[in-house]
């Protein structure tokens, strides 16, 4: 082994490839160059470059690697190819490069596949996965596990629960499910895809365990708002001796958050300051996260209070914490201390101040925030903080402001056309909703189910019962968007103002959700209204028969209090 190649190995790719970068550049002034034509060397600055997508010094050293003859290296070819497929507008050269690569091994396959996948393209990475299978490379080319962990984990993103169970299975009969590695991705991947069963299964069937395997369940449990669950195998962790790490608390302090259980969470927190470990920006800022969701907003700031360095993330957790406990001045007097102490807030933070700002209706402080977002680049232009502003102005009564804000986006997504969609028809605007929806369509723009909510809503509003039925159905068989009790509920009322109320009648009877006592009630008055008064009886009694024929089909006390 060269001098070069020993010193190059004490470098950290992963978090200084500038460093690796560099140090090449000093070989190269040097007087003694033998080094430089070590295949080790270039394989190692082909990642660095791909760390800091240096796209042109990459294609430098690939011209430097032909010149000198190294091209024919197999763990060169394979930096190459893996750089290339790091950028979608290079994807090219990685395949022309698989295409001459004179030896290909699974390393050159795990290569393209995950770099399929970096690149939004599963589908693809998927019919290169089969190809592989099918020998179309060489009967000798085979995937490993690392080429399943990846495209496993692909699935979770493009939401491919069939393929998942798939690769599931063909692991299962290759004898990869024994490799923990791939048994975790598949728990992450179940839970993920909200088949937290399938994953309890996996994880109980496995024969040995690591702290990842217990901490993704633990997490998956948090995500499905389980908290009980989360604890039991917490405290099954703690009776088998497995050292939990910072990860396990955070991901069972998560669960307590998302399921409101206050005690549970005070537990955790108590066995944490017991422990005496310095509880880490991380776990404060879960712990803030859980406070404020259970209400106790006065122990989220002592925690924020007590913590050695305040990140972003804390500061926003706080944040969030004050607006969705009512708090809009604390919120907004958090901000200027950030200001104050020279914290850059991000899109997370005016997020939250956005949405303070419209559910307090302080239009003044709106209008500030707006201007702040304005004045600094880092926020402004964002269409996630623009299709929230025009929901704040909306929501305060100012189309006029919300209008102008949409009007003046570069870029309209289907959020922002339903917040102005939206914006109009609370405000009244029935017919400037409907034009807004038609100029959606002509920009080729697909309305979701809040978007049918909003025309729906300005139907109702405007008395315009025929449009809002031909708008349902096109939402039903066009679209093919289920019908949520939102819609049903404006159809309802739709109907009802109009005074049709057979109509509402039959609609309610043939309703795809089960009413709400909001239906009912907007059916009782609609008949009051209209001086049906043999109506509201039978609609009272028709809520008495399903709230009886309910209460028949439970089956014990315990069952009752549901």
Known sequence: MSVWRAILRQFDLESDPFTVISFFKAMQRGKRNDSLRDPFVYASLLKACNRVLGFKEGKSIHSRVIRLGLDGNVNVLNSLIYFYMSSNRSLSYACVLFDRIPERTV?????????????????????????????????????NYVTLIVLISGCVENGGYKVGKLLHSYSSKTGFDVIIQVCNTLIDFYCKCEYIDDAARLFDSMIEKDLVTWNTLIAGYARSNDCGKAFSLFREMRYRNIEYDRVSFISFILACANGGDLNQGKVSHGHLIASGKEISVSLGTVLINMYSKCGLIDFAKKVFDELPDNNIASWNSMIHGYVENGLTKEALWLFNLMKCRNREPDEV?????????????????????????????????????????????????????????????????????????????????GEEALLAFRQMLAEKVEPNSVTFIGVLLACDHSGLVE??????????????????????????????????????????????????????????????????????????????ARKCSKVAGKSSISDLKD
């Open 107 to 143: 390393v050159t396959v795990n290569c393209m596949v995950s770099g399929f996948l970096k690149n939004k393209q599963f589908d693809i990475g998927l019919r290169f996965f089969n190809e592989v299978l099918a020998g179309a490379f060489g009967l000798g080319l085979k995937p």
């Open 467 to 544: 449009v809002g039925q031909k708008l349902y159905d096109t939402m039903c068989k066009v679209y093919n968007i289920e019908p949520q009790i939102e819609h049903c509920g404006c159809m309802v009322d739709m109907l009802a103002r109009a005074g049709m109320l057979e109509e509402a009648n039959k609609f309610v009877k043939e309703m795809p959700v089960e009413p709400n006592a909001v239906v009912w009630r907007m059916m009782i008055n609609a008949c009051r209204v209209h001086g049906r008064w043999d109506d509201v009886l039978h609609e009272r009694n028709t809520i008495t």
């Open 349 to 429: 933070t005016m997020l939250g101040l956005i949405s303070a700002c419209r559910k307090s209706g302080e239009l003044s402080h709106g209008t500030d925030i707006h201007s702040y977002i304005a004045s600094n680049d880092h926020v402004n232009g964002r269409n996630v903080l623009q299709n929230a502003l025009i929901d704040m102005y909306a929501k305060c009564g100012n189309m006029a402001r919300a209008k102008s804000i949409f009007d003046k986006m570069a870029k309209k997504d289907v959020v922002s056309w339903t917040s102005i969609i939206v914006g109009h028809a609370i405000n009244g605007e």
